[in-house]
């Protein structure tokens, strides 16, 4: 039950939640109670990636502090525009990888489709923030080239819907796609990589549980929490339905500079996420993408966090630490010295 005090945001649907998201500064400013006179250098880096947040997240932050560690994930910062060696927009050089429209085949048992360009959040980090969405819109027709391209390498049977966030998109835009999916017998496992429980968690609903549960599919939902402050109760609620509806539950965390990068942080999310039926997977060094390398934490400082967790978690609580180079064949664990 909604309680009488509840803000109004939170009294919406998801899709009106979606529809009201925070897209200007000052009305961040106005939430956060921040005085943009303290950072004039803002406004210069939402030409290259706009500013996009639920008041859902917006919720989870502590007002007045510039440095708090969910608000440093989507606030917009001069130093984006900075160049540094070895940066690009395509650090992971899916463009040599996207054989036909919405589709990207990089490791040889499983395809990713760009479901949708839209996401709820805008990740100051994303390694897609200058992906060419334009030529990759995942329309009705594209899923044909798409459906054909996995027909034609029957060694492919796991889909990965990724974005964007995939569960941006309408329930029955959803129905429809995992149906065709299904059908497709040398398809045994849909994944999904999704931010929304943690950003929107209202979008967790029977139509969308009902849309994405196929009996012959294991479905697997990825999330992405970077931060223990991220799991309020609502995204408990939606973690717990997931969970209940019978999906493996998996979270990837980027390792992030300012924001996660200490053990005693990412101990209590392993925790936390435990008690929602979400287990650990990736901890992910920075993908070296145009705008983020303020985000940056280097090889030894996170082979020492890594180090901590394994001395403080219990193997199952403890994610890969890897990172993502183009060309290989799997992601490439990072030595433990």
């Known amino acids: 039950m909604i309680p009488l ?24 400013w106005q939430r956060l109670a921040l005085d943009p006179g303290d950072r004039p250098d803002i406004q210069t880096a939402l030409a290259d990636f706009p500013l996009r947040v639920t008041e859902a997240f917006v919720a989870k932050m502590q007002p007045g502090d510039w440095n708090d560690p969910l608000l440093l994930q989507i606030l917009p910062q001069a130093q984006e525009l900075n160049d540094q060696p070895g ?15 919405g589709l990207i085949h990089k490791y040889r048992g ?3 489709m760009v479901t949708t360009p839209a996401c709820a959040v805008h990740c100051r980090y994303c390694f897609r923030r200058a992906f060419p969405y334009n030529d990759n819109r995942a329309s009705q027709d594209d899923w044909r080239a798409a459906l054909d391209y996995i027909s034609a390498h029957p060694e492919i049977n796991e889909v990965i819907l990724s974005g964007g966030d995939p569960l941006s998109a309408p329930d029955d835009y959803l129905h429809q796609l995992v149906d065709r999916l299904a059908a497709l017998p040398q398809i045994n496992t849909l994944r999904l990589h999704t931010r929304l429980p943690l950003v929107l968690p209202a979008r967790i609903t029977q139509g969308l549980i009902d849309a ?9 939902i990825v999330v992405h929490a970077n931060h223990p402050n991220e799991v309020d109760s609502d995204t408990v609620t939606a973690l717990l339905e997931l969970k209940r509806a019978g999906f493996t539950l998996l979270n990837q965390s980027v390792l992030l500079k300012g924001v996660n990068d200490c053990a005693k942080t990412l101990t209590s999310l392993s925790k936390q996420l435990f008690d929602c039926g979400v287990l650990p997977y990736y901890l992910h060094v920075l993908d070296k993408v145009n705008g983020a390398g ?19 978690l219990p193997g199952y609580l403890v994610p890969r630490l890897v990172r993502e180079e183009p060309g290989q064949r799997s992601k490439t664990p990072l030595a433990l010295r």
Do not use: G
Not at 8 to 22: L, P, S, V
Not at 87 to 101: F, G, H, I, R, T
Not at 215 to 220: A, I, K, R, S
């Open 110 to 112: 499983r395809v990713l």
């Open 5 to 28: 005090n509840a803000p109004h945001w939170q009294t919406t649907d998801w899709q009106q939640q979606y529809r009201d998201m925070i897209r200007s500064p000052e009305q961040l």
């Open 212 to 220: 994405l549960t196929r009996p012959q599919l294991h479905t697997v």
């Open 87 to 101: 940066y690009s927009n395509d650090p992971l050089q899916e463009a040599a990888s996207n054989p036909v429209p």
């Open 294 to 312: 303020h985000f940056h934490v280097d090889d030894a400082k996170a082979q020492q966090i890594m180090q901590q967790l394994l001395a403080s």
